[in-house]
């Protein structure tokens, strides 16, 4: 496939043969483009930055520039796109801050139009981040995760595996997998369909359920409620929750919506 002749290409850039290059690109620095990967119009991609086989780059995305964030003082940090990822109209996916360090989406991700990432985010397979959607820097989002428009992670924030976060959502402190969030960021039940729609068993499901109401309904302190969780999980599904929420975080993990129950 062809490199526009209107593209501006470093010439430490790697491309791959079968890979587009489309009118007005500017590719700045040891970045390297994967097989059939496809980089659209007025795209700049810059840094020590690696797209992998079959992307999608739209107009105006801005991937591996450096970081916002003072501390960053031109060290060699790294931006790694999956195989399979789609960054739409102005996306923006910033590389790491410390030396040696990288932000990282992983594969079959989808980021609709002007999504940010921010420095060493690691986000995992198959997740969908909606148009507006913005992510702090060190933000960790699991596998299937779906954050609504507009919605905002704070830096250091945790996101488990297959949750759902609301359009508009403030999100502050770290939620479990399989959670639905209110527009507050809080737990408000079970990501039943996103379950279902990944072949999870009727006994996971269930088990989740239980897991997060022990967590949110129960009446005991939180630290209380994962110990009655501990002894009563039954499925592998359970278990990431219980994991997840013994594993400490920066942020402590999120209460429970005013709204919806489990």
């Excluded at 801005?62 to 501390?71: F, I, Y």
């Excluded at 801050?97 to 985010?121: K, Q, S």
């Excluded at 595996?161 to 959670?179: H, K």
Aim: hydrophobic share 35%.
């Amino acid at each position: 496939m062809p490199i526009h002749t209107t593209a501006i290409i470093d010439e430490r850039a790697e491309i791959h043969d079968t890979a587009d290059i489309g009118p007005y690109v500017v590719i700045d620095g040891q970045v390297r483009v994967g097989a059939r990967t496809r980089v659209s119009p007025y795209a700049y991609l810059s840094g020590w930055t690696e797209i992998g086989e079959d992307c999608e780059i739209h107009p105006g995305a801005v991937v591996g520039h450096p970081p916002q964030d003072l501390a960053y003082s031109g060290a060699e940090t790294y931006c790694r796109i999956g195989n399979g990822t789609i960054l739409r109209e102005g996306v923006s996916v910033h590389r790491g801050t410390d030396p040696g360090t990288a932000t990282v989406i992983g594969e079959r991700c989808f980021l609709m139009g002007t999504a940010h990432v921010g420095h060493n985010c690691v986000v995992g397979d198959d997740v969908k981040i909606a148009n507006g959607a913005m992510l702090g820097g060190h933000v960790s989002v699991g596998r299937g995760t779906f954050l609504g428009g507009n919605a905002g992670v704070h830096q250091f924030v945790r996101i488990g595996d297959l949750a759902m976060i609301a359009g508009m959502a403030r999100v502050v402190m770290d939620v479990p997998p399989y959670c639905m969030t209110d527009a507050e960021g809080k737990c408000g039940g079970v990501n039943a369909v996103g379950m279902r729609r990944g072949d999870f068993s009727r006994e996971e499901r269930d088990d989740v359920k239980r897991a997060l109401r022990i967590l949110y309904r129960s009446g005991l302190a939180f630290g209380d409620a994962v110990e009655r969780l501990s002894g009563d999980v039954e499925t592998e599904a359970g278990r990431r929750v219980l994991e997840f929420v013994r594993t400490p975080g920066r942020r402590g993990i999120v209460g429970a919506s005013r709204t919806a129950g489990t």
